[in-house]
């Protein structure tokens, strides 16, 4: 079977004449221009005229030789907006026609609603691509159309079509990178800029990435470049798409959704010309020079295309639509004798509308008989701001909503931190109804409900949200709903945010037995808590405490805790209080556990216990020595006990970002090896998302340990860095040797289908605490 041509074949066999070719263009696009044309005159029947009065002027140029050579739909959407444009301008007498032909529809249109638009560096960036790059990028994100929709316009497999957009895209980015390094005011921005193109690919090697972290952090310029690299398709929608399509584009995406492309062939031509000779006369002035044009072009394509020519009365020479010399001086067409019908006032631009994309999920996991968390993320793509919203939120049976321990809400609601506020939400139904005033073009919000989930919750369908503003509506539902194992979220916010964690062990081996020291500093071939009777580890040395240690937590100054939450776990089944002292505080205070988890290991029981210490960390400086003590613990050989303090923190240093923090006390080892644990809610990003884990009972001498966030096997960055065994007693904020407590960071893209997967086929571990923060759109 012979393979559609493509628009830059039609175009060549255009100019050589064949009018065929180019009614089969007249056949791929004329929905887009009626749909743009719709959004900018009223009246099927000017609607029409603006459209045969566009195809007809680029006709004209493709038959002198000029005109697109790949990308048609854009060059057509740019000349049915001057169309239009100086349409208006000859009815209200502003212009002749002869000032209406000097312009070169092969750049945009400088519309005067959007005066300064063409100069933004992304619009910049794309007009310098070449012109197949342009086409392959409007389509496939700006238009959203789907590679196989695609495929025919550039002579191309879908697959094709999806790797020339990836290369569109690179390319596009580093167009973008090389104008800011030539406009980079500042010298230490230059070498993070050339690096970021790399970067966001996770091209990059790990010191270089941290450098580019390090200043992105504090250069407000440099982290809005990096999110224009992220998401470069949102730059696409919210620039180029006006750019091209006007102050209309919302609208006119909308409506070329909801329509298919008309037939018309080689005849079009004909029908062309017979509805330009019927213009009414206040029109004629306009489409006189498009009626020469057509007349001259049909004569030359009839005669190829062996259609029968119409009879036509004599008509001047074409006036050249591109710039004349500048001897040449065009000469205005006469204006017909007639008196001129009523001339109506300008139409006005209609104002930019807004474009809502919706999505929900459960933040990890819902997973029977825990309490998890539900996010309805909500963003405005269009170019103008939507009216009052009205989310209504469907959740599976046997998933319940918290109430709310604030007077005044009926639901248990978690405030974004540095995202647009302003929800309310009430119960209704089986779900939730919430509201909120408008959302701003280009701008996201997010409202995040605490659920409780019952043991007998079937499996199923997701929650769904339905959001209408002002007539304008958008419906999601989650693709995962009630799981039966996974991680459920203990917490979650979006905006500046960053998780940290760190932790330290209770016990140690004896001090007077040989080779403690040296395992202590992780050194010789006795680093396991398996190999020693394990002791307290007393560091305070002082009389309120037997079992005691401190580690560092180390954050920016102008940082504050968000949410803070105390882990703590030992050998045993017998859970009890902690003693915490925060930086810069001389006494502990007690904390007792606000949930508690016993498990089985292999040597006996173990527990994890949760304590929420925000108000804590909130009254202290977060930055510095965290104490914890005796909690209850049992010495011994192949003993634990140990804790962690998990962080979610903001500052206006901080890169915009999805956190949450998952908590499970899950065994991973012997009789189940892998365990994977879905990341439900985080959306996939180019920038890596950093992970912290808590863990218990590793042994650093017993390899098999491994973790994936879904690019294979990832390397922590504190320990012996070995991917092959993350978990080696080894923990953030403390040198040295941390028996049978980890603590780690790593970081890895997300991708599609996030999920945290984790192995042990040698140790048998107790994996307690994932926190998470990836980058998203602000």
């Known amino acids: 079977m012979e393979s559609p041509r493509s628009d830059a074949d039609l175009l060549k066999e255009a100019r050589a004449g064949d009018a065929t070719a180019y009614g089969r263009l007249y056949e791929r696009h004329v929905a887009a221009a009626r749909a743009l044309a719709r959004q900018l005159v009223r009246g ?3 609607v029409e005229d603006v459209v045969a009065e566009s195809f007809t002027k ?63 560096m992304i619009s910049r960036a794309f007009l310098s691509l070449p012109e197949r790059w342009r086409a392959v990028l409007w389509h496939t994100e700006v238009e959203k159309c789907k590679p196989a929709e695609v495929a025919p316009l550039l002579g191309l497999s879908a697959n094709g079509v999806a790797a020339l957009a990836y290369r569109a895209r690179e390319g596009l980015r580093q167009a973008y990178l090389q104008m800011h390094l030539r406009a980079a005011p500042q010298h230490e921005c230059r070498p993070v800029l ?20 390090d200043h992105v952090n504090g250069c407000e310029e440099c982290h809005g470049v990096l999110l224009e690299l992220t998401d470069v398709n949102r730059g696409l929608r919210v620039i180029v798409g006006p750019l091209i399509a006007g102050p209309v584009f919302g609208g006119y995406a909308a409506a070329l959704a909801k329509t298919g492309a008309a037939g018309g062939g080689a005849g079009w031509l004909l029908r062309l010309l017979g509805r330009l000779r019927r213009t009414p006369s206040r029109q004629q002035v306009v489409a006189a020079g498009g009626v020469a044009v057509a007349s001259a072009a049909v004569a030359a394509f009839v005669l190829v295309s062996g259609e029968s020519p119409v009879a036509r009365p004599p008509v001047p020479a074409p006036t050249p639509l591109a710039q004349p010399p500048a001897s040449v001086r065009p000469v205005p067409l006469p204006v017909p004798s007639e008196p001129p019908a009523r001339v109506p006032p300008p139409r006005k631009e209609p104002p930019g509308r807004p474009r809502l994309r919706a999505t929900i999920g459960a933040l990890g996991a819902l997973v029977r008989a825990q309490p998890g968390i539900v996010g309805m993320r909500l963003r405005n793509d269009g170019d103008g701001p939507s009216g009052e919203l009205a989310a209504t939120v469907e959740l599976p049976p046997g998933v319940t909503l918290l109430p709310s321990a604030r007077r005044g809400q009926g639901v248990a609601l978690l405030d974004p931190v540095g995202a647009v506020d302003g929800w309310a939400c009430r119960q209704s139904g089986q779900g939730a109804r919430c509201a909120r005033q408008p959302l701003a ?27 209408d503003a002002d007539g304008l509506h958008v419906k999601a539902r989650a693709e995962q709903g009630v799981r039966t194992v996974g991680a459920s979220a203990r917490f979650a916010t979006e905006g500046r945010v960053a998780v940290r964690a760190i932790g330290n062990t209770l016990l140690s081996c004896p001090e007077e ?19 020693w009777p394990m002791t307290a580890l007393d560091q305070d040395a002082g009389p309120a405490t037997t079992a005691s240690s401190a580690a560092r937590l180390t954050l920016p100054k102008d940082s504050r805790v968000v949410w803070a939450g105390l882990y703590w776990s030992a050998s045993g089944a017998a859970a009890g209080p902690v003693k915490v002292r925060a930086p ?41 020595l965290w104490w914890a003590a005796d909690p209850p613990m049992a010495e011994g050989a192949s003993s634990h006990a140990g804790w962690s303090l998990v962080v979610i923190v903001t500052g206006p240093r901080q890169p915009y970002s999805q956190a949450v923090v998952l908590d499970t006390a ?18 996939p990003a180019a920038a890596p998302a950093r992970a912290e884990l808590v863990t218990w009972e590793g042994d650093a001498d017993l390899q098999g340990d491994k973790v994936s966030l879904g690019t294979g096997a990832i390397t922590p960055e504190g320990g012996d860095r070995d991917r092959a065994n993350v978990f080696d007693g080894s923990s953030n904020g403390v040198r040295g040797m941390t028996f049978g407590v980890d603590v780690d960071t790593v970081e890895a893209e997300l991708g599609r289908d996030p999920g945290l997967t984790i192995v042990s086929d040698k140790d048998v571990v107790l ?4 926190a998470l923060s990836v980058r998203a759109r602000s």
Not at 194 to 213: I, N
């Open 194 to 213: 050339g690096k970021m193109g790399a970067y966001v690919r996770g091209g990059l090697a790990r010191r270089d990435s941290r450098a580019v972290d």
């Open 584 to 624: 810069g505080r001389r006494t502990y205070v007690s904390v007792r556990p606000d949930h508690v988890t016993t498990l089985d290991m292999p040597l006996g029981p173990a527990y994890q216990a949760f304590a929420d210490v925000t108000a804590l960390a909130g009254q202290a400086r977060p930055s510095g």
């Open 44 to 46: 099927e029947s000017e």
């Open 441 to 467: 073009a280009g701008q996201g919000t997010a409202v995040f409900l605490r659920v409780l989930v019952s043991g007998q919750a079937p499996e199923g369908a997701g929650p769904a949200v339905r959001v």
């Open 767 to 770: 994996f307690g605490v994932a």
């Open 58 to 120: 680029i006709l004209d140029l493709v038959g002198r030789g000029g005109g697109p050579e790949s990308g048609f739909r854009t060059y057509l959407l740019t000349v049915v907006r001057r169309t239009v444009y100086d349409r208006s301008r000859v009815e209200s007498r502003q212009v002749t026609t002869g000032e209406i032909e000097q312009y070169d529809p092969g750049v945009p249109f400088a519309d005067p609603a959007l005066v300064g638009l063409e100069r933004s």
């Open 513 to 531: 037995h040989d080779g403690c020291a040296e395992a202590r500093r992780r050194q010789g071939d006795q680093r396991d808590n398996d190999l």
């Open 666 to 683: 899950t065994v991973i080892g012997g009789p189940v090896g892998k365990v994977r644990m879905p990341l439900g809610g985080l959306g």
